[in-house]
């Protein structure tokens, strides 16, 4: 199971990006997915988790600022930012929990990272 995320880029404060990332593979089931991100000297955080059933949970920084979403039928999931401010700036990478049939494993994997920078 590969993730490839794209989407970032320089955005000004106030605007809006957002982010998509994929999973490809074959005999696999996506359960959770989510974003984290990287600031610049700073630890990885995350940012917003969604179950397979729609569940969602966030970060208190990106609440009501950020909306993470996924479409099950294309193993797709998604990270709507809005009202960017300077301290979004960040690495951001998508990862996601899969089951695999054959062989059976279950494992995390992560996406490559997409950088969002918002700045004037």
Not at 29 to 56: C, F, Y
């Amino acid at each position: 199971v590969q993730l490839q995320a794209s989407g970032g880029g320089l955005v000004q404060p106030g605007g809006s990006l957002r982010l998509s990332c994929a999973a490809s593979g074959s005999g696999f089931r996506i359960n959770a997915m989510g974003w984290h991100r990287q600031a610049p000297g700073k630890q990885r955080e995350l940012v917003a988790t969604t179950t397979s059933d729609g569940g969602t949970d966030y970060a208190d920084s990106v609440k009501g600022r950020f909306t993470i979403s996924r479409d099950n039928a294309k193993n797709t999931v998604y990270l709507q930012m809005s009202s960017l401010k300077p301290e979004d700036t960040a690495v951001y990478y998508c990862e996601a929990d899969y089951i695999q049939w054959d062989p059976l494993v279950t494992g995390r994997v992560w996406g490559q990272g997409t950088r969002v920078t918002v700045s004037s």
